[in-house]
């Protein structure tokens, strides 16, 4: 859950981005103010909810197996207790951050409240004036309007005020500010999401303006009114506020309004550029590969334009497993009734097929064609090099954490097959491989190193209680066993 939540915010951030750089760059200056302001209300649900949407992309697929596939369909899901330390304290410190957020809005609305609840208030229309007797400059939040009248108020500059915040009131700015706040609790992370707050207000505090003018207030009176209001300390982030612009772009806006702008033109253009977006962190598409299996065993190569299994699809499946065989082993070690122990090592026998056959199918097997053109230039050879390496890597480390003599030998044969396989594509590419043999003295402290590893695990064997352990045991002891006969047998051709 928690990868897939990082994931979702992070498309999120994505859209509420680039609609913002859309309105920043085409919209900002434009005086059709109602579009902006729908525009960028448009987008808020919108961004959370273009994520949400199963879209394949065209511009990026993923080539799987058919084998491959099956596995992972028939693997149940992994559990959300599954996820990496890091991840669960990531998204724990999200929301303990978010959490804040809600608590700063809900603290802001109870101290709307006890402000009201302690000034005189009265009935204006549909509107509740509430005089505040501190200096503060007017706002308003929803139906209601804060604002402090001295004795020496003028009755015409009270009137603007109210027209103005009226106007917030009528077109239910307040509301506009309320989600922006819930938005900005869901991305106090992306710094974009702060400026969308900003010009969101901005929209508004145009709106009014032209509303005042409009109804035949004088335009410069108003203007030294705007003035005026810049002085007093600004008291609710979220209220609508008489001076939440800079007032020298605010001035150079009503210079403007008397167009009426063209922005309903411009913001057809962002339908195309968010259907790519949302193509682009789309899901990639799934492709089944079509490949057939030559009779000397032999992979044929994909097509050109098909991909092998990416390296993250492969990885998923392998943690998948991974998690599977843990709970699996710890279910085997919990457990006194053979009947369930039977079951559970039937389970892991099974698990370590799909193991081998994920490796197989995967994008990890060996897959060689006949080359008959010239040597693999320096940049192929790195490459081939490198995914020979971790298929190496990879083998060893399974035929180490084999438990059981059939899965030791499983692994043996799969190593020796690699090394086949290893020796005879390097060839053809041009690069065959060069051994050097160790020397004797080499292959002397490395037997003495084994028998002292051998005496060891057998004196371990005659103190260790557990049967399961002891069954482990034995098994490395007789590993060790059979690589001491042989690095003997070496010594002894050597001499």
């Not at 438990?403 to 043996?412: L, N, R, V």
Request: charged share 25%; aromatic share 8%.
């Amino acid at each position: 859950m928690g990868a897939n939540w990082i994931d979702f915010l992070s498309k999120a951030a994505v859209f509420l981005s680039a609609a913002y750089l859309f309105y920043h760059f085409l919209l900002r200056d434009d005086a059709n103010f109602l579009g902006n302001r729908l525009f960028l209300l448009a987008m808020l649900p919108a961004s959370f909810l273009l994520p949400l949407a199963r879209l394949r992309s065209p511009f990026r697929s993923l080539t799987v197996s058919p084998e491959a596939l099956v596995i992972a369909d028939s693997m149940p899901p992994v559990a959300a207790g599954a996820a990496t330390p890091f991840v669960s304290y990531l998204v724990a410190f999200y929301w303990a951050v978010a959490a804040l957020f809600v608590l700063r809005i809900v603290f802001h609305l109870i101290h709307l409240y006890r402000l009201q609840s302690r000034h005189p208030h009265e009935r204006l229309r549909n509107i509740t004036l509430v005089r505040v007797g501190a200096p503060i400059p007017p706002f308003s939040f929803f139906n209601r309007i804060f604002l402090h009248a001295a004795k020496n108020a003028d009755a015409g500059e009270i009137e603007q005020i109210i027209s103005h915040e009226s106007v917030h009131i009528r077109q239910l700015h307040s509301l506009d500010i309320l989600l922006m706040e819930l938005v900005l609790a869901l991305q106090w992370f992306n710094p974009v999401a702060w400026l969308y707050r900003k010009a969101l207000k901005e929209t508004h505090e145009y709106l009014a303006d032209r509303e005042v003018i409009a109804q035949g207030f004088n335009a410069d009176g108003y203007r030294l009114l705007l003035f005026e209001q810049q002085f007093g300390a600004k008291l609710f982030e979220f209220a609508s506020h008489l001076k939440q612009s800079q007032i020298k772009r605010r001035m150079s806006m009503m210079n403007r309004m008397q167009g009426a702008g063209t922005a309903p033109f411009k913001i057809i253009l962002a339908l195309p550029l968010v259907a790519l977006l949302a193509l682009a962190l789309a899901e990639p598409r799934l492709i089944i590969a079509q490949n057939t299996a030559a009779d000397d065993g032999k992979a044929v190569a994909p097509k050109e334009d098909h991909q092998s299994m990416s390296d993250q699809k492969l990885k998923e499946i392998q943690a998948k497993l991974e998690v599977m065989e843990r709970d699996l082993k710890q279910k085997l070690s919990a457990t006194d009734n053979p009947e369930e122990k039977e079951k559970l090592e039937q389970a892991l026998d099974d698990l370590f097929r799909k193991r081998q056959a994920v490796m197989a199918e995967g994008g990890m097997a060996m897959k060689t064609e006949v080359r008959s053109g010239p040597p693999l230039d320096e940049q192929k050879r790195k490459e081939l090099l490198l995914k020979l390496t971790e298929k190496e890597t990879y083998l060893k480390e399974l035929y180490a954490s084999a438990d059981t003599p059939e899965k030791k030998e499983k692994a043996k044969q799969e190593l020796d097959m690699f090394y086949k396989k290893r020796q005879v594509l390097l060839g053809e590419s041009g690069m065959a491989m060069k051994h050097a043999e160790p020397s004797l003295e080499q292959m002397q402290k490395k037997l003495q190193a084994v028998h002292e590893q051998h005496l060891k695990i057998e004196q371990a064997m005659a103190q260790e209680q557990d049967p399961g352990k002891l069954k482990e045991l034995k098994l490395k002891f007789e590993e060790l066993a059979r690589f001491e006969e042989e690095l003997k047998t070496k010594i002894d051709k050597g001499r």
